[in-house]
């Protein structure tokens, strides 16, 4: 009789729970720790330019872009190594020698020289920007002229966009540089919007301080 009861009361328990209101958990991401903010001056006297980068980052010189070559030793990646970012910073002279990837019949890619002209650079960068438009829910750019007299464009993109943030600075006669927010994982907008939101102060002082060397 004990055990009939026994189990007529984990029955009844059972029925009871399979009547209780269920919560669905939110999903959640690991808490990322931000630093704080500080700033140091890169000005090599051989880099046509220079600017303030964040103390927590490193520039490495960039040997390879992808698959593709430096045109000349003026690349640099800004590496947040315990962000898990990376922002690369391509330099062309505008009117100087250019690389270009060439596809061939066979379906292989093989390097072909040109010269680097202003139109076709900001095309280009527009085009790097639009080849995330398949999976960006937004875009928006905005046009800025800094205090140091440094022009340019600066792309933000919504969505898991490759690279959310873009932008490119140049003096229209001489200089062109194109920056480009990277991460070494695959994009998430919710789990990397933090990290974006922190970078993009970042971007700003970079814009901000840059300035071309005469």
């Known amino acids: 009789m004990k055990f009939l009861h026994f ?10 729970a399979c009547n209780s209101t269920y919560t669905s958990k939110k999903t959640g991401y690991f808490n990322i720790e931000l630093p704080e903010k500080k700033y140091l001056l890169f000005d090599e006297p051989t880099m046509p330019y220079s600017f303030e980068y964040p103390a927590y980052a490193k520039i490495i010189k960039d040997s ?3 698959d593709t070559n430096p045109e000349n030793d003026y690349w640099r990646n800004i590496d947040f190594v315990g962000l898990n970012a990376k922002i690369f910073l391509s330099y062309k002279k505008v009117g100087g020698k250019a690389l270009y990837k060439i596809k061939m019949h066979n ?5 072909s020289v040109g010269i680097n002209v202003y139109d076709k650079m900001i095309n280009d960068a527009f085009k790097l920007t639009n080849k995330n438009e398949d999976v960006a829910t937004s875009k928006k750019d905005s046009l800025f002229t800094t205090a140091n007299n440094i022009g340019g464009l600066l792309f933000k993109l919504g969505g898991n966009a490759a690279t959310q943030r873009q932008f490119f600075m140049t003096d229209t006669t001489k200089n062109f540089i194109r920056g480009a927010l990277y991460f070494y994982a695959s994009p998430n907008a919710d789990s990397v919007k933090p990290v974006v939101d922190f970078l993009q102060k970042d971007i700003d002082h ?9």
């Open 7 to 16: 189990c007529c009361l984990c029955i009844l328990y059972i029925l009871l």
């Open 206 to 214: 970079l814009i901000a301080t840059f300035k071309w060397r005469k």
């Open 107 to 111: 379906g292989f890619y093989k390097d």
């Open 64 to 66: 390879t872009y992808f």
